[in-house]
């Protein structure tokens, strides 16, 4: 049973009229924030799909927010036209969850409340995320593999570091080293990875045209590989080339 006086019921009632009448009044005088008109009308053209969507972007948003603030009102006056009826059953103020009463402050505050604040469903915040957000961590979007071994692709890291080459708004001082003084020295560190090819010895490793007369390119890549043990010179062909390009091409595996 409501713990309301009879004067303090009388007091909500009158408060949920008067903005009843006042919802009413906004939603007639602004023709239902002019939902009445098609968007053609709003834009003077002949279709709502125009050739390009920006072209009517101002005019799609004024419609988005009269449509949600159309549908604001309309709850509202639910909300109400229910708690009236509530009150002519006689079970106004009592919380539809629990069943206990809803103190008078809380219905002073929210007359069309049918909810103490403890059941109050929007009341909850979900744990639950956007699936999206999986393939979004970590850092530099959806990928970045530095930290994985079985892994050397190009990956969002590498997509920044080509974009930041072209320039970026951070100045030195901005950066994450203290001993970076220069906007030259403001890359992220040189990837280790194999840009361009998986194993090394497909950077060193030529053919012509039509797949035979392997040869080998003896350039920073090759050298690398052969001090690692991986490769038996002695098989090799005893062929040497122009390979100064070459080298400057992968000295970021140096």
């Keep these: 049973m409501s713990n309301l006086t009879s004067q303090q019921q009388a007091a909500l009632k009158d408060q949920l009229l008067r903005s009843k009448q006042s919802v009413e009044q906004r939603l007639q005088q602004a023709d239902h924030y002019g939902l009445g008109h098609s968007l053609r009308d709003n834009t003077g053209e002949l279709s709502g799909i125009d050739n390009h969507p920006a072209d009517i972007a101002s005019e799609l948003y004024e419609r988005e927010k009269d449509i949600s603030l159309n549908e604001h009102d309309e709850i509202l006056l639910e909300r109400i036209d229910t708690a009236l009826q509530q009150m002519e059953r006689g079970t106004y103020g009592i919380c539809v969850v629990c069943g206990q009463p809803i103190p008078f402050e809380r219905l002073e505050a929210i007359p069309s409340t049918m909810y103490c604040i403890k059941d109050y469903p929007e009341h909850f915040v979900s744990h639950g995320r956007p699936v ?29 570091q080509i974009v930041e080459a072209w320039g970026t708004s951070n100045t030195p001082a901005m ?62 062909p005893d062929v040497y080339a122009n390979v100064d390009d070459l080298d400057d091409r992968n000295s970021v595996y140096e």
């Design 132 to 160: 999206e957000e999986q393939v979004l961590q970590p850092p530099f979007g959806r990928t970045s593999f530095d930290e994985v071994e079985t892994q050397n692709g190009f990956d969002g890291e590498d997509a920044w």
């Design 175 to 236: 950066q994450e080293g203290n001993d970076i003084d220069s906007y030259d020295r403001m890359y992220i560190e040189a990837s280790e990875e194999l840009d361009g090819f998986v194993e090394p010895f497909e950077s060193f490793i030529a053919t012509d045209l039509t797949g035979r007369h392997v040869s080998v390119i003896r350039n920073k890549t090759y050298k690398r590989y052969m001090s690692a043990g991986e490769g038996e010179p002695l098989l090799e």
